[in-house]
């Protein structure tokens, strides 16, 4: 089955994308487009999306309304089947999307074909808790009173998803939305549209009924903002800017309805002179910059005591030698392109700092030779002897450079772990128990490793962050009921 229009531009096939409402695939009629393009090579458009009009947001939120009700009362095993239906589609179907994500956002096609299978594990995860139990018996003061909870969905929600994962992020939100019985009015980023397609098309094969997902396209800007004020959403789940998470609180509080933000992160790791160093290097450099570091959870600071700088920043820039530059869709590729000129011109402004607060090392220029010629490719870059108050170790870079801070012992290392604004991952390589047993009660971030790197976490496990990086609530797993539902006490007593 065909969900798009296609369009010829001399010998080159675009898809024109369209909006699914209500069980619809809508052409927009506007003459107003953005070109999807393939961040390692430019030339080539993947697809065009629809800039409007806004007016089709209030037709997915009536959309997600109208079918609430039903969806709601659908019993968990009937909505629980439907999601194993669309993880058994998406699993058929993970070569195709894999290597989608690979052309769309730059992610490399080893890491983009694991996004695929994690998307599967998030829907049969989220498949099973349709089934689990969603309440509790609580003792009533009155003898021969029942007195229990039951979670109930909140009603249509907002999913607003960022590109860098566009298959697990939007997943993580919608799959738990849905088992517990919300519907979803979902916008994505703007160039992870095909991608959203493609996910939309799982769900529609699947048999999910029309309404219970809408999808919007176009820019955050206009699209984003109009869903947010929409009447009939009652919740918003947002991944993103900490600059736009905040703006989303503000409205959401204003109208009294629940909101979850995930936002950004400067997450360090902490390497000890006892640690495994060559295990620790291969780590950080490929938590900093594989997927050219655009991740959330990317390692940007490495706070090395000052008993082992010198060899480990040795070894550090071996493991990032290594690791090879590429377009995304190359099988050897590991760093690939930005997702977008602004996102490279930001990164060179970053490296371009680091030569006044520190000593760049290892990279610093823009990669634009052979294949990454026509796409946005900037070589791993690593800077060392940066203050900790640097604009580079306190700022979202969100790109492939990696900053050295030199600590004296462990609580100076965890003290320049905690300052910044933000609190998402850290993690600390050491073989001394005491030191790790003081990190995790010390430090202020949300996901905690030891000897292991900062990136990811397993689909069934809380995500989220402290100060900045989060709204303080968590995503996946068991802690995703409590946001997607509200609780009801009901206390029944005798008639007589």
């Not at 580079?392 to 910044?420: C, K, M, R, W, Y």
């Amino acid at each position: 089955m065909v969900f798009y229009d296609l369009i010829e531009d001399d010998t080159v096939k675009h898809e024109l994308l369209a909006h699914y409402v209500a069980g619809e695939w809508l052409n927009s009629n506007e003459d107003q487009w953005s070109d999807d393009l393939n961040p390692s090579d430019t030339t080539q458009v993947l697809a065009r999306v629809p800039q409007g009009p806004v007016s089709v947001v209030a037709r997915a939120a009536e959309a997600a309304h109208e079918s609430f009700a039903a969806w709601k009362a659908l019993a968990g095993p009937e909505r629980s089947e439907i999601l194993y239906r669309a993880a058994n589609i998406l699993a058929e179907r993970r070569q195709e999307i894999g290597t989608l994500v690979a052309q769309e956002v730059g992610k490399p096609l080893g890491e983009a074909l694991g996004e695929a299978d994690r998307g599967v594990s998030i829907l049969r995860y989220f498949a099973s808790e349709s089934v689990h139990p969603n309440g509790q018996v609580i003792p009533a003061q009155k003898a021969g009173s029942l007195q229990f909870t039951l979670r109930q969905p909140l009603g249509p929600v907002a999913v607003i998803s960022p590109w860098n994962f566009p298959v697990a992020i939007p997943l993580w939100k919608i799959a738990p939305a849905l088992a517990y019985g919300n519907t979803v009015v979902w916008k994505p980023a703007e160039v992870a549209s095909l991608t959203a397609v493609r996910l939309a098309e799982v769900f529609a094969s699947a048999g999910l009924p029309s309404g219970v997902l809408n999808l919007v396209l176009g820019k955050g800007s206009a699209i984003g903002d109009a869903l947010i004020g929409q009447d009939a959403i009652r919740g918003i789940t947002f991944t993103g800017s900490d600059a736009v998470g905040m703006g989303i609180a503000e409205v959401a509080a204003r109208r009294n309805i629940k909101y979850q933000l995930e936002m950004g992160g400067k997450n360090a790791a902490i390497v000890l002179g006892d640690a495994d160093m060559n295990q620790a290097a291969k780590l950080v450099a490929a938590g900093a910059m594989r997927f050219a570091g655009q991740k959330c959870t990317a390692t940007s600071r490495v706070i090395v005591t000052d008993d082992v700088v010198e060899p480990f920043v040795e070894l550090l820039k071996r493991e990032i030698q290594a690791l090879p530059v590429a377009p995304a869709t190359e099988s050897s590729s590991a760093v690939g392109p930005l997702i977008t000129q602004s996102s490279l011109e930001k990164v060179a402004s970053y490296a371009q700092q680091s030569t006044q607060s520190g000593r760049v090392v290892l990279g610093g220029n823009y990669a634009r030779t052979g294949s990454l010629k026509n796409g946005y490719f900037f070589e791993p870059t690593l800077v060392v002897d940066v203050p900790p108050d640097a604009s580079v170790a306190q700022e979202e870079v969100f790109g492939p450079l990696l900053v050295v801070e030199i600590a004296h012992s462990i609580d100076e290392a965890i003290a320049i772990a905690n300052n910044t604004r933000y609190g998402l991952s850290v993690s600390l390589f050491t073989h001394d128990i005491n030191a790790s047993l003081e990190y995790i009660h010390a430090i202020e971030s949300g996901m905690v490793r030891v000897n292991g790197d900062t990136t990811g976490v397993d689909p069934h496990a809380p995500f989220g962050g402290m100060h900045n990086s989060s709204s303080h609530s968590r995503e996946q797993g068991p802690a995703a009921i409590d946001f997607f539902t509200e609780i009801k006490t009901i206390q029944i007593n005798s008639a007589g």
